[in-house]
């Protein structure tokens, strides 16, 4: 990226060059061109909007009343309060920007946990085991997740340690489990584009290269009365140990 800026080349121009050569397998996408519906293994979900950029697809019906729930009551007693990653170490650490309480399962930890993880990865066309752990977030009121890319950026000295576990992470889906009496959308600020946290439904967005011209700055608004609970799951480049 750096020399092609010094060559001249504008920066987002650059950044889409970098991204056709960044993953010679791909990256994960749904196929939903044209369609309303889409079932797996007879469970049904709506394709309910679409962006081209930042690329975003949300879904309704992504889980059941009932799976929501179960992911929340095996969460609950392993929640703790919400890290982020440190830019110098690649480690993680309370930040202010970050209100939630969190927990991760490990991949196939459960029935239900495989279940779903094979149902994400059938939707977004990526293997299961490409994808981070599923993380649990309970947000209160007065919760937030200030804008943000999931993204793991290039120039910070940590990066190159956090790689090493399954290279980038290139793309993002979060389910909503609990929805909230007040506030909580997911928010993309760059094109005012808002995803209320609506129990069952879920939004995917992806990213093809680490840089801000995706599009994919989000963050997660303050819930304004009662809780949201979602469940996330980071997709990488290769498999994730």
Known sequence: MESMLISGWPED??????????NPDGFPAPQVKDKTHITID????KVVATLKHPKVVVFGNFLTPQECEALCEEATPRLERSQVVTPDTGGSQV???RTSMGMFFGRGESELISRIEQRIATVVSWPVERGEG??????????????????FDP????????????????????IYLREPDGGG????????????????????????TPHKSTGSL???????????WVATKWLRQRTFI
């Open 13 to 22: 121009v650059a950044a889409q060059a970098l991204s056709k050569m960044a």
């Open 42 to 45: 007879g469970h049904t979900m």
């Open 95 to 97: 930040n202010e920007a």
């Open 134 to 151: 599923l993380q649990i977030l309970k947000y209160t009121s007065g919760a937030e997740y200030k804008p943000h890319f999931d993204y």
């Open 155 to 174: 120039s910070n000295s940590g990066t190159k340690h956090i790689l090493q576990r399954g290279g980038q992470r290139v793309g993002t889906l979060v």
């Open 185 to 208: 959308a997911t928010t993309f600020p760059d094109v005012g584009f808002e995803v209320a946290a609506l129990q069952g439904n879920a939004v995917f967005f992806g990213y093809d």
């Open 218 to 228: 989000h963050g997660g608004a303050p819930v304004v009365a009662g809780e949201k």
